[in-house]
């Protein structure tokens, strides 16, 4: 089983974040919601190292300050050959995540972690889920396989804010799966030569929706009942449709949309959010439910002029396709401000943009959280320069990124 000598390998995964575009709110509600990746990213390095001792694991979690060197005889003694879900007979295979027993795997994860980490209570909630994540996906995915696992170094770093809705979670989660199946794949072939490994050598659609998948298992354990779209989003990258009830829908268009994301730095709960909206509903059922109608139709028509936009058969004119995307930004906004979820920060960060005549959104559950500024193509530099340092000057904190960044990618 392990193998400490022959040849080492290395492998570089990257993964975006992701921002609601339309739809939230609405989305609690059945309708339809578009969420695209950010040109902000997570990224995971694993290198295979060479040990005459005892092998292990040692990981490194800069973004959640852990340092831990996990054993890896024990992991494999107590956490390989995952089970398949309940009433299923056969071998559990890495390719089929959906068919892990998740609840038992992860009960030994939790017990393994409290077996060798006595104080494992007393970590932050941030730390604990990270490591209980990465257990799960390296236990789930190399214990299903006859591979040798040797000693490892593992690190991973993100441009993220950690918990702020930009899908932090789902990033980090879409890395580790991405680059132990990379890591899989390279040991796997006997013809593996470490110089031919370049970025070419990248993800195919299947190995995409395996990674998702074990992406959307770590947000159950995150966050328990999780939509799905925020790994489909990382791991895909471009556009993703979803609604309730349904299996996130990758769209695919090249978007590369420039944006400011500005932190109103204003920390927000997302369920009191929900909870409020929910009250409102309560009580002005048929005007909040005319509300999310009018959220859907902008939720779907901005797809359209996406997709418009991307095209190269449709003849389009980018600027009047831009002006169109700044009114449904524009509209959404003033909806959910209707629904109660602005607020007075998230006003501020709009006034600034609207007098330099750029449209501005929130995103995800708003009460505070990130605003976006779209810039379209023909923006003067002065004019998204002027509006950054009057920003940063009023105490919010803001990032030039684009939208529709690619998805998971092996970057090594
Ligand atoms: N770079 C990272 N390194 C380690 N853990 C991470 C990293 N990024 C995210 N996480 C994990 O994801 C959790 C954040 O999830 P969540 O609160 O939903 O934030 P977000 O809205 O950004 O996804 C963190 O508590 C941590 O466990
Ligand atoms: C408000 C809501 O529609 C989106 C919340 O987004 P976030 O937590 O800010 O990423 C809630 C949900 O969809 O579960």
Not at 179 to 202: E, H
Not at 250 to 275: F, H, N, W
């Amino acid at each position: 089983m392990f193998d400490p000598m022959d040849n080492l390998l290395t492998v570089s995964v990257s993964a975006p974040g992701k921002v609601i575009l339309h739809g939230e709110h609405s989305v609690v509600y059945g309708k339809t919601a578009i969420a695209t990746s950010l040109g902000l990213r997570s990224s995971i390095v694993i290198k295979e190292v060479a040990t005459l001792e005892e092998p292990t694991v040692h990981i490194q979690l800069p973004c959640v300050s852990l340092l831990e060197t996990l054993p890896l005889r024990a992991i494999v003694e107590h956490l390989f050959h995952p089970t398949l879900i309940h009433g299923v007979t056969g071998k559990f295979s890495w390719r089929l995540p959906e068919m892990l027993d998740h609840e038992t795997h992860l009960k030994k994860v939790e017990v393994f972690l409290h077996q060798i980490r006595p104080d494992f209570d007393g970590l932050q909630n941030n730390q604990k889920n990270s490591l209980r994540s990465f257990l799960y996906v390296f236990s789930g995915i190399f214990g299903s396989t006859n591979l040798p696992v040797k000693s490892m170094m593992i690190s991973m770093g993100s441009e993220l804010t950690i918990g702020a809705g930009t899908g932090s979670s789902a990033s980090f989660a879409v890395c580790l799966a991405g680059a132990l199946i990379q890591l899989l794949k390279l040991k796997g072939s006997s013809n593996y030569d470490p110089f031919s490994a370049t970025s070419g050598d990248d993800f195919t659609s299947k190995e995409r929706e395996i990674i998702s998948e074990w992406a959307y298992n770590c947000e159950k354990i995150m966050h328990g009942s999780p939509s799905g779209i925020d790994n489909a989003t990382c791991t895909f990258g471009a556009l993703v449709e979803f609604k309730k009830g349904t299996r996130p829908r990758p769209v695919s268009v090249r978007l590369g949309m420039r944006i400011l994301l500005v932190d109103s730095r204003v920390s927000r709960e997302t369920r009191a959010l929900v909870v409020k909206v929910a009250a409102l509903r309560q009580r002005n059922m048929a005007a909040v439910d005319h509300i999310m109608d009018a959220c859907d139709d902008i939720a779907k028509t901005a797809t359209q002029v996406l997709e418009k936009l991307s095209s190269d058969k449709v003849i389009s004119d980018p600027e009047a396709d831009y002006q169109h995307l700044a009114e449904l930004w524009e509209l959404n906004h003033c909806l959910l401000a209707a629904l109660g979820v602005s607020h007075p920060s998230l006003e501020a960060i709009r006034a600034q943009a609207r007098a330099r005549g750029l449209a501005c959104k929130l995103t995800g559950a708003g009460g505070g959280g990130y605003a976006m500024v779209l810039i379209p193509p023909s923006t003067p530099r002065s004019v998204v320069d002027s509006l950054s340092s009057s920003l940063l000057e009023n105490g919010f904190r803001v990032v030039e990124t684009t939208l529709g960044a690619p998805g998971v990618r092996v970057d090594m």
